[in-house]
């Protein structure tokens, strides 16, 4: 599991990019590249991390299911995703 600081970090940059969100599309439109590095770091959408929503993995990270890989096959081993089963051939 990954350090509850990491996190929260995510979090907070979470929070800063939808605080940040209509005031960046507005400098982008208007072409202003200065006023965009006055703005705080964290305002940058690149900066946000995908993290599993159970363990706070960030590597093997699923967008579909939002989790990572080990959850992932955990999950569906137990029946827990409808529609997912293991591969026989």
């Known amino acids: 599991m990954a350090k509850k600081s990491?996190?929260?970090r995510n979090k907070r940059k979470l929070r800063t990019i939808e605080r940040y969100r209509e005031k960046?599309?507005?400098?982008k439109?208007?072409?202003?590249?200065?006023?965009?590095t006055k703005l705080p770091r964290d305002a940058s959408p690149v900066r946000y991390v995908n993290r599993c929503e159970l363990t706070g993995r960030r590597h093997a990270y699923l967008r579909k299911f939002k989790c990572s890989r080990l959850v992932f096959r955990e999950a569906a081993l137990?029946?827990?995703?409808?529609?997912?089963?293991?591969?026989?051939w």
Do not use: C, F, M
Request: proline residues 4%; hydrophobic residues 35%.
């Open 24 to 27: 960046r599309q507005q400098l």
């Open 6 to 8: 990491w996190i929260e």
């Open 78 to 88: 137990h029946g827990l995703i409808p529609g997912v089963t293991k591969a026989s």
């Open 29 to 36: 439109a208007n072409h202003d590249y200065e006023g965009l």
